[in-house]
């Protein structure tokens, strides 16, 4: 099958060579010169502005979206409404918010395009081991789109499928996206506790490699949490600062309009925002009323 791939980041690159590797034709894209020059030298076709991709595929066209979420995703996928035709399929497999996948689906139904949004896991791994992939769309386009989800899945009838019309994959993502904050709280906290308790000397990478085999804890989460502690015990050289891309919130948000208690997903996004503090005024508040109501004494500030 043939297929554009727009936005040669890591998992746009993984994934374009997943591709090529099981047979299928690749026109690759990005703004930079360098990494369409890499996809060639892997077997894609380069092209160097999207009026080439689309003069490069056969009619009805396939075009992946793989940009960050936001005005980059808007922009790329109104610049290739101008250039396409009726019938051709614009796919968005980046992390956008379910909410602009529906209104960018209306706005190109409006115009004949079929539009399918691929909530997509795997990160790194995903060139190897093969993606997760959450598919919202219209029936009959997701199932034309069929060999290329099972070229990028980990098998042909594993981690792939159509969860609902247009929107539902990126809602899927979403609260998988959620769901992966909790789990990566949880393994955390459990993980400081044992580092905490001195006195019986644990060893954490040991103790991973323990749970990764018959605990009912096990997972792929875990086996990398094994694989961290094996390579750098103390984590050494690592700041206690954790970014978030966006989903976590998302979900959160989702969660309070929806009337729904997620508390876990929710302290984990919480705890990811206090990670970024120094010193958070808030808890400088409590010494201080501490101090106040009962002189208590206060640590100075270093």
Partial sequence: MEIAMIGLGKM??????????????????????????????????????LDEVVGKLPA????WVMVPSGNPTDATIM????RLSPGDVVIDG????????????????KRGLRFVDVGTSGGVWGLSEGYSMMVGGEEAAVERLRPIFEALAPASDKGWGRVGP?????????????????????????FELMQRKTGFGL?????????????????????LTADALAKNPGLDGIAAYVPDSGEGRWTA?????????????????????RSREEAPFGDKLLAAMRNQFGGHAVKGAK
């Fill in 166 to 190: 247009s929107g539902a994959g990126h809602f899927v993502k979403m609260v998988h996206n959620g769901i992966e904050y909790g789990l990566m709280q949880a393994y955390a906290e459990g």
């Fill in 94 to 109: 980046g992390n956008s918010n379910y909410k602009d996948t529906m209104r960018r689906g209306a706005e190109l139904e």
């Fill in 253 to 273: 948000i989702e969660a309070i309009e929806t009337g729904v208690s997620l508390p876990v997903i929710t302290m984990a996004l919480q705890n990811r925002f």
């Fill in 12 to 49: 746009g690159a993984n994934m374009t060579t997943r591709l090529l590797g099981k047979g299928h034709r690749v026109v690759a894209f990005d703004v930079k010169e360098e990494a369409v020059r890499a996809a060639e030298a892997g077997g894609a076709i380069g092209a160097r502005t």
């Fill in 203 to 223: 060893n954490l990478g040991r103790i991973a490699e323990i749970w990764r085999h018959g605990s009912v804890v096990r997972s792929w989460l875990l086996d």
């Fill in 60 to 63: 009805p066209r396939v075009v």
């Fill in 79 to 82: 610049a290739l409404a101008e």
